[in-house]
């Protein structure tokens, strides 16, 4: 009988939700300069692996989606500046970044998964 393994020691577990709350904090701060936003997709992105099976792999996953959407919608927004709708869209993107951060950080303190 096999049986999947997941990590239920609440040393890992901790320390996976120390490294989800740093990359929150890391996607947070980036919302008003840039730098730390690829910091904290670049830190979810190497510790995600480790989580695996852990409640707050879902939230290191989030971490990275949200900075690969929100690259996406920067890009483009940059492209369609000229027609006016560029600033429109980088708003919105701001918008969707700061809601999926601050409902990450919630789940993130209430020991919940982040719905992927």
Known sequence: MSVLMTSTSSSGNNEYKAHALLSYI??????FT???LLFGAIW???KKKGAYGTTYHSHLVNA???FWWSLFWTILGAFLVP???????????????LYRVV????KVLSDEPYPI
């Open 34 to 36: 840039a730098i730390p």
């Open 83 to 97: 027609i006016g709708i560029g600033y429109l869209i980088w708003c919105v993107a701001w918008l969707w970044v």
């Open 26 to 31: 890391l996607l947070a701060i980036g919302l």
């Open 64 to 66: 990275t989606r949200v």
């Open 103 to 106: 409902d990450g950080l919630v």
């Open 44 to 46: 979810a992105m190497i």
